[in-house]
């Protein structure tokens, strides 16, 4: 099963796909997670993505798919994976769609985390991360059980640096001109469902569920 989940920055795509993750013991890859990743490591990759991400706009396609494509040919995706975070851009799911056609595979889902821009802003700046293990909390909504303090592995929660009011809103703005096409390019692949994304967690996630089954 191939799942990939679409939605704007702060829609909740990462908080559905851990869940479905657990659930149908599938692999969550987060593009996000990984350039996060090669920065904290100090890599060549997260040196060439930090400017793009600081800034609020996207790593150029070509180093996305690359790496993208690497990680998903790894041997725990052999029964599928949940995307979370790629493709952003129409070439980017083209690419995607060019190498799965190749072996005779494709999208099964792509899930559509619905939420206006006007609560974005609030996830966004109410969100926390852990650095270690890429947990996500909120502040008001899906508190830690310690104050700053992640609840998996009890490392010190940090605010992203692309979280900042004036990035986030250059982030939607992205997002509406490059990503949200996507949502035309699934469904006319007739794999494209759509849920409302400002139910609590997990009402979210029975209607993931529902369209999983
Ligand atoms: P994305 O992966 O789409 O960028 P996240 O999953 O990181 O989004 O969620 C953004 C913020 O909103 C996080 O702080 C998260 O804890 C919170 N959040 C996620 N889903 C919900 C929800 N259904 N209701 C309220 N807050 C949510
Ligand atoms: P995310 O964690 O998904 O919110 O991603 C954080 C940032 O990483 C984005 O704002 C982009 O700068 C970069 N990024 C993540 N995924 C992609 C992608 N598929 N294409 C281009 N840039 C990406």
């Given at each position: 099963?191939?799942?990939?989940?679409?939605?704007a920055p702060g829609a909740g795509k990462g908080t559905q796909a851990?869940?479905?993750?657990?659930?149908?013991?599938?692999?969550?890859?987060?593009?996000?997670?990984?350039?996060?990743?090669?920065i904290k490591e100090g890599t060549e990759l997260g040196r060439e993505a930090k400017s793009y991400m600081?800034?609020?706009?996207?790593?150029?396609?070509?180093?996305?798919?690359?790496?993208?494509?690497?990680?998903?040919?790894?041997?725990?995706?052999?029964?599928?994976?949940?995307l979370d975070g790629f493709p952003r851009t129409i070439p980017q799911a083209e690419a995607l769609d060019a190498e799965l056609t190749k072996r005779g595979e494709g999208i099964d889902y792509a899930i559509d985390v619905e939420v206006p821009d006007d609560n974005i802003v609030n996830r966004m700046s109410g969100r926390r991360a852990c650095p270690n293990c890429g947990a996500t909390y909120h502040l008001e909504?899906?508190?830690?059980?310690?104050e700053g303090i992640c609840?998996?592995?009890?490392?010190?929660?940090?605010?992203?640096?692309?979280?900042?009011?004036?990035?986030?809103k250059k982030r939607l703005a992205v997002y509406h001109e490059q990503t949200q096409p996507l949502i035309d390019y699934y469904k006319n692949k007739k794999v494209l469902y759509t849920v409302d994304g400002t139910a609590d967690v997990d009402d979210v996630f029975d209607a993931v569920k529902n369209i999983l089954k």
């Open positions: 099963m191939k799942i990939v989940m679409l939605g851990e869940k479905i993750a657990e659930q149908y013991k599938l692999p969550h890859i987060s593009t996000g997670d990984i350039f996060r990743k090669n600081d800034a609020g706009r996207l790593v150029p396609d070509e180093l996305t798919v690359r790496m993208l494509l690497d990680r998903v040919g790894n041997e725990d995706c052999r029964e599928g994976y949940i909504f899906i508190p830690t059980r310690k609840d998996e592995c009890g490392t010190e929660l940090v605010i992203r640096d692309d979280d900042k009011p004036e990035t986030v």
